[in-house]
């Protein structure tokens, strides 16, 4: 793979900053990057028909276990709180005229316990519609994979966090940065007290064991809050608990308006929670969700105008999800594709077919993909008040 060249460049760094996992957390990779199956570009993608697919893939993405243990970016808590844009106000929209970035991360864990078949297929596919429809070059990209045997180019946290720098390092009006994630999403115990559920949502690097999780507080931090007026970050999400990943504090439904009481909707989803584990005879676990739905509920409403009041963003930031914070995401199978996480298969055939579509009108077509065949239901947020029927572009 080219490093990454041309207009706010991705420098090598330190040799030394760089590291392969090591100890128990990963043994020798169970496939080599020239076994893959790569998956052939196509017009008109569609979900399996004709042959029967192999053997149902696990749920994608899984749960790791939850913990508060995952190093903070910052010190001294992990969202840094400050005014920067009233909701409404008026700002430059990015025309997407300018430079272009783009930052794919594709992760399979081989040879961990929930390895994943698709996520690496996701980047290479993800890759060429950008490149054949949004004008994006590859030597503007990074890609980070764990197939790839060159340390600087494999997922671990480290180069994540280096890269998401990277992406929007001296962003200006009419940039247009994009960002894709495959792989597993999980949770950790809010310690800010941003979240009105008390969870953060995190993605999982390929040394999570070792290294920790990163979550959404920091990667708002480093890829939302340095954006200026009219630079747009494009971002997609294919993994679990992603609803929320980048901390973007407005929601819209399907239909493009804006959900005003997300705090109501994280309490209904909690009490039933309870009540579900009631009936199973899970009392602990009835106990903990009645007292997060009813923590929802009281405290929900001032948490949610505390985030749209001092975490909206300048730039356009758009988040594409594969689920919503409670869900997981699936890893599938699609005829004359391969192995594909749901959600990017669905974005790309919606965009495929029709690359001149709005925000919402994408959005309503991801979801009918999904429909009836998985239960995940994909999500989109801003970082600003945005109007959602306007044409979607990168």
């Known amino acids: 793979m080219p490093t990454p060249t041309g207009n706010g460049g991705y420098p090598p760094p330190p040799m030394n900053t760089f590291h392969t996992p090591t100890g128990p957390a990963y043994p020798p990779r169970l496939q080599s990057s020239a076994t893959m199956p790569m998956p052939t570009p196509s017009q008109n993608y569609h979900y399996q028909q004709g042959p029967p697919p192999p053997p149902p893939l696990p749920l994608r993405y899984g749960t790791a276990p939850m913990s508060n243990s995952s190093p903070l970016l910052f010190p001294g808590g992990n969202a840094q709180w400050g005014g920067v844009q009233h909701p409404g106000q008026h700002v430059q929209l990015s025309q997407c005229t300018g430079r272009k970035r783009a930052l794919l991360i594709g992760i399979n864990y081989f040879g961990h316990p929930r390895m994943l078949k698709g996520c690496i297929n996701d980047v290479h596919n993800m890759k060429r519609l950008i490149t054949d429809l949004f004008n994006f070059r590859e030597c503007d990209m990074v890609i ?70 990163i979550i959404d507080d920091d990667m708002n931090t480093i890829m939302v809050r340095p954006l200026p007026q009219g630079a747009r970050l494009t971002t997609v999400f294919d993994s679990c608990h992603s609803g929320t990943a980048l901390d973007l504090p407005f929601v819209y439904d399907h239909h493009g308006r804006l959900v005003q009481n997300q705090f109501a909707e994280v309490a209904t989803q909690s009490l039933t929670k309870a009540g579900a584990s009631y009936l199973s005879g899970d009392l602990l676990s009835a106990g903990r969700s009645v007292f997060s739905g009813l923590k929802a509920l009281v405290a929900g409403p001032k948490i949610q105008r505390r985030q749209e009041q001092l975490k909206c963003s300048l730039g356009d930031v758009i988040m594409f999800s594969g689920c919503d914070d409670t869900q997981t995401s699936a890893d599938t199978y699609a005829y004359a594709i391969g192995n594909t996480g749901a959600m990017s298969h669905a974005l790309i055939s919606v965009l495929r077919n029709n690359p001149r579509q709005t925000y919402i009108q994408v959005l309503q077509g991801i979801r009918r993909n999904l429909a009836g065949q998985y239960s995940q239901i994909p999500q989109l947020s801003t970082g600003r008040q945005m109007d959602m029927n306007q044409q979607f572009i990168m």
């Open 144 to 213: 980070l994979t764990d197939d790839n045997p060159n340390p600087r180019s494999q997922p671990t946290r480290a180069n994540i966090i280096r890269a998401m720098h990277w992406l929007v390092a001296n962003a200006r009006p009419n940039d247009s940065f994009f960002f894709h994630f495959s792989g597993h999403g999980s949770q950790v115990i809010d310690t800010s007290g941003d979240e009105i559920d008390g969870l953060d949502e995190t993605i999982l690097p390929m040394d999570y064991r070792t290294a920790g999780q």
